[in-house]
């Protein structure tokens, strides 16, 4: 299916590796110009090589940005420096790191302060930079203006040792609910898109913390996640992109306010 976004432009936070990376490059792979960022220079720098060599794109149709989503200086200039260089902004794909996993007596107030930064303000951040360019490309003669929050399955039904994740992710399931609301009018859609258990670096280093904590090997985690979901595996991020490349097209324009798990049956709700 043509995803309708051939010469788009995108920003995707979050995107050196893991999820943002692969959304990034899906994104790439259907024609768009992207915008990627996370916070070491070398290495989205790194990674803008890759995606343009793996997406098989002009490397100048990927733009580098080293930029800390918890700082509202640093994301305000990277998103207008991404809308300068491509001349406009259709799509935003929030996403940051994960945060520390923890129960109650384990994690510090800083602690919680800093998850809420990394995983709820960094998304407002974005949306409220974001914001003044795709009001712009949504209203223009070929209109277009998507929001995509990647946040977790965490945030529809909570899991014990991660209550960072659930407590950021249900706030970002909230904003997002309303900002839909209030975009709606205007054109723009806003959806979250919820990962379920999905190969990336962020995955091995739960599962190796989980594993030295309780005595069982990384390998038995793993298959315990994977027993969770109705198709036995953990998820390839491939597989995570290509639903997130599909709400942010020009295929997905009545689809708004949703939280969409890509889970493999993780989530047991009729609905
Ligand atoms: N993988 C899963 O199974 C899974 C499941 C549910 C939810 N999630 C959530 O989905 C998100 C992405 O997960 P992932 O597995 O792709 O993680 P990952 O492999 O650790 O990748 C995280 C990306 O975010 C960047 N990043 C981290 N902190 C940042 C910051 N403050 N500012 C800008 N960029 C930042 C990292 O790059 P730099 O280090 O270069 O900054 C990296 O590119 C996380 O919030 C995670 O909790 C993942």
């Known amino acids: 299916m043509d995803l309708g976004i051939k010469g788009r432009t995108a ?16 994104l790439a792979r259907e024609g768009c110009r992207v915008a ?51 001349g406009g902004l259709h799509i935003l794909v929030t996403n940051a790191g994960g945060p520390p996993p923890g129960y109650i007596d ?19 951040q ?14 223009s003669d070929d209109p277009h203006g998507s929001i995509l929050m990647i946040t ?6 909570p899991i014990p040792s991660l209550y960072l994740s ?9 904003f997002a609910k309303t900002l839909s609301e209030e975009l709606g009018p205007a054109g723009i859609t806003v959806n979250t898109i919820l990962p379920g258990y999905t190969r990336t670096e962020r995955l091995k280093n739960l599962s190796e913390r989980l594993a030295s904590a309780s005595g069982r090997s990384a390998e038995e985690i793993e298959a315990g996640w994977a027993e969770g979901n109705a198709l036995r595996r953990i998820a390839d991020p491939e597989e995570f992109a290509a639903a997130a490349a599909f709400l942010v097209s020009k295929r997905a324009t009545y689809v ?14 009729v609905l």
Do not use: M
């Open 36 to 86: 990627i960022c996370s916070r070491n220079e070398e290495r989205i720098a790194h990674a803008a090589g890759r995606l343009a060599g793996e997406a098989g794109v002009d490397p100048g149709s990927v733009l580098p940005l080293a930029c800390d989503v918890t700082s509202e200086e640093a994301v305000h200039e990277a998103i207008d420096r991404a809308a300068a260089q491509f």
């Open 166 to 174: 659930n407590a950021t992710r249900a706030g970002v399931q909230g």
């Open 106 to 124: 384990d994690l510090s107030i800083e602690t919680w302060r800093g998850g809420i930064e990394l995983n709820l303000v960094s998304v407002i």
């Open 256 to 269: 708004t306010g949703v939280g969409f798990p890509v889970d493999g049956g993780w989530s047991k709700h």
């Open 126 to 139: 974005l949306c409220r930079a974001a914001l003044p360019h795709l009001r712009v490309a949504a209203a």
């Open 11 to 26: 920003f995707v936070a979050g995107a050196s590796s893991g999820l943002g990376y692969a959304v990034a490059r899906a």
């Open 152 to 157: 977790s399955i965490s945030a529809k039904r």
